[in-house]
T-cell receptor, first 112, second 116 residues
Framework: QKEVEQNSGPLSVPEGAIASLNCTYS??????FFWYRQYSGKSPELIMS????GDKEDGRFTAQLNKASQYVSLLIRDSQPSDSATYLC????????????FGKGTTLSVSS | EAGVVQSPRYKIIEKKQPVAFWCNPI?????LYWYLQNLGQGPELLIR????????DSQLPKDRFSAERLKGVDSTLKIQPAELGDSAVYLC??????????????FGPGTRLTVL
């Protein structure tokens, strides 16, 4: 069974700190990786995608991928209270058009 | 560009009643997904369409759930009869899937179903 594992948290960080969210996946053949943010009562919103080993930066967000270790992470710099949400890691196991496999999500709380 | 549209946003029904959810994907997106999200869990696939063809319905409880995507655009998901355990959020997503290309799925606002 293909699995995506995340620490459910909550992860609590003070405003301005770096939040680090981690995710591991079981299918070594997975090709694409996504981070979605989900506010309470809302639907998942895509914030980052990554396809190759290494880092990908977009504003305050950096996604890191290590396929050898089957590990994906999301760093949020200068965390803001508005970043408080559940962050879902999603993995596409093989090719475009395939359903995503989601982790259970990590709840992030940023205190002001 | 308009996003994925879903209706209704909320639905409360009694058990054994039927219910239907509607989804209009992003214009031009060929692939449509219905996911189920229980509280505290990530979304889980119910059914995936490529154009009008259901290409993955292995997780759809076919004794009570049905879905259609006529003309390869809008889609309807139906539950008949609903059970208490069906209370959840039903999410529709769409993507423009091309062979060998990146595939980003965009989600609609979801329908929150409560079965009493």
């Amino acid at each position: 069974q293909k699995e995506v594992e995340q620490n459910s948290g909550p992860l609590s960080v003070p405003e301005g700190a770096i939040a680090s969210l981690n995710c591991t996946y079981s299918d070594r053949g997975s090709q694409s990786f996504f981070w979605y943010r989900q506010y309470s009562g809302k639907s998942p919103e895509l914030i980052m995608s990554i396809y190759s080993n290494g880092d990908k930066e977009d504003g305050r967000f950096t996604a890191q991928l290590n396929k050898a270790s089957q590990y994906v992470s999301l760093l949020i710099r200068d965390s803001q209270p508005s970043d408080s949400a559940t962050y879902l890691c999603a993995v596409n196991p093989n090719q475009a058009g395939t359903a995503l496999i989601f982790g259970k999500g990590t709840t992030l709380s940023v205190s002001s | 560009e308009a996003g994925v549209v879903q209706s209704p946003r909320y639905k409360i029904i009694e058990k054994k009643q039927p219910v239907a959810f509607w989804c209009n994907p992003i214009s031009g997106h060929n692939t449509l997904y219905w996911y189920l999200q229980n509280l505290g869990q990530g979304p889980e696939l119910l059914i995936r369409y490529e154009n009008e063809e259901a290409v993955d319905d292995s997780q759809l409880p076919k004794d009570r759930f049905s879905a259609e995507r006529l003309k390869g655009v809008d889609s309807t998901l139906k539950i008949q009869p609903a059970e208490l355990g069906d209370s959840a959020v039903y999410l529709c997503a769409s993507s423009l899937a091309t062979a060998g290309g990146p595939d980003t799925q965009y989600f609609g606002p979801g329908t929150r179903l409560t079965v009493l």
